[in-house]
Nanobody, 117 residues
């Protein structure tokens, strides 16, 4: 069983920044990719950003140019740096990890991000 522990959420004003962390309980090289998804009230969960085991990053259209996904392989941790935050970025942010060779995925418990003045 893999555990993904997210942290770093909170309340921030529009235009501000936050950095989310997702710490995995085993080597992140065991996953084909890891990523961040978000879900706002009344909306479907959507892709924010992913990073492959090889380090290739992909972003959702609404966050491109503002958010950056990165990783620290020594700490088995993936980060999401969020800049120029907007009210529409308010959501619960979830970390996801897709293990190699299987069809299921692991999810974290989620961390709330609220952008409001």
């Amino acid at each position: 069983q893999v555990q993904l522990v997210e942290s770093g959420g909170g309340l921030v004003q529009p235009g501000g920044s936050l950095r989310l962390s997702c710490a995995a309980s085993r080597s992140i090289f065991s996953f084909d990719f890891m990523g961040w998804y978000r879900q706002a009230p009344g909306k479907q969960r959507e892709l924010v950003a992913t990073i492959t085991s090889g380090g290739t990053a992909t972003y959702g259209r609404s966050v491109q140019g503002r958010f950056t996904i990165s990783r620290d392989t020594a700490k088995n941790t993936v980060y999401l740096q969020m800049n120029s935050l907007k009210s529409e970025d308010t959501a619960v942010y979830y970390c996801k990890a897709n293990p190699s060779g299987v069809t299921f995925a692991y999810w974290g418990q989620g961390t709330q991000v609220t952008v409001s003045s």
